[in-house]
């Protein structure tokens, strides 16, 4: 993918499946903003950016501060507009209904559906006035099947999903495309924490067990989900908006 003179603002840069983006954005010539929460983990991915001739800028932001993302777009623009949008940022929780608590609800909602929604509302205006721009949210697969203990995190990607669509119509008209990744199980840090958290002794057979559940019979690479984002953000996929593309080793359709 060529993105040679592009802007890319990634939110969530700082690890997994965005700090991944952002290597493969600045790779294929995008200058990258790498903007997390975490500033260590953002500059480490910054780092492994220049280390390899690419071009990245550090930004730390809490994407649920509406007025922290306003002030790091602003800083942004100030020097070169935003082209490109990746909304990476997000959190889980694991529950069903029954115990997920009020302030769990809260706190996903926070991050997950205002923390898309205050990156788009920040960069939207510039993308409108250049009647040029690309946005592309990070889902999932729960966010169109039902997922076992998944009650908020599944309502949290729903909504970033229905977000997706509504930008995309409602911009198509000003250059703008809009479209959603929707990973299956994919091998990041989170995935390792969880089972040093809920199976410290026997790790292994069950990231065998979780790797199972997709068809494919393996877990999916942050890699492969940013080779996936980078086609979407270039030219190459100029006829795609409103669109969610499954990235799942055949979890929806195979196991349906």
């Not at 997000?90 to 990156?119: F, P, Q």
Request: charged share 15%.
């Amino acid at each position: 993918m060529n993105l040679a003179g592009k802007t890319a603002l990634v939110t969530g840069g700082g690890s997994g499946i965005g700090a991944a983006i952002c290597r493969c954005l600045a790779r294929d010539g995008a200058h990258v903003v790498v903007l997390d929460l975490d500033a260590d983990a953002a500059d480490a991915t910054a780092g492994q950016i220049t280390d390899t001739g690419g071009e990245a800028t550090v930004l730390a932001c809490d994407v649920s501060d509406a007025a922290a993302v306003n002030s790091a777009v602003s800083t942004i623009t100030a020097r070169r507009p935003i082209d490109i949008l990746v909304n990476s940022a997000g959190i889980a929780h694991i529950g069903n209904l029954e115990n997920t608590s009020e302030a769990d609800l809260d706190r996903l909602y926070t991050v997950n559906v205002k923390g898309t929604y205050n990156s788009m509302a920040a960069v939207i205006g510039g993308m409108k006035g250049r009647n040029s721009g690309v946005i592309v949210n990070i889902a999932s697969v729960a966010s169109t099947v039902g997922l076992a203990d998944r009650f908020a995190y599944s309502m949290t990607k729903g909504a970033v999903i229905t977000m997706t669509y509504s930008v995309a119509k409602d911009y198509i008209g000003n250059g703008i495309r809009c479209n959603c990744v929707s990973p299956a199980r994919v091998h990041t840090p989170f995935v390792d924490q969880y089972l040093e958290e809920s199976y410290p002794d026997n790790k292994a057979e069950m990231f065998e067990a979780l790797s199972k559940t997709q068809p494919i019979g393996r877990m999916g690479t942050p890699e492969e989900v940013a080779e996936l984002v980078a086609f979407l953000c270039s030219d190459a996929a100029s006829f795609i908006t409103g669109s969610n593309y499954a990235i799942d080793g055949g979890f929806v359709t195979l196991n349906t």
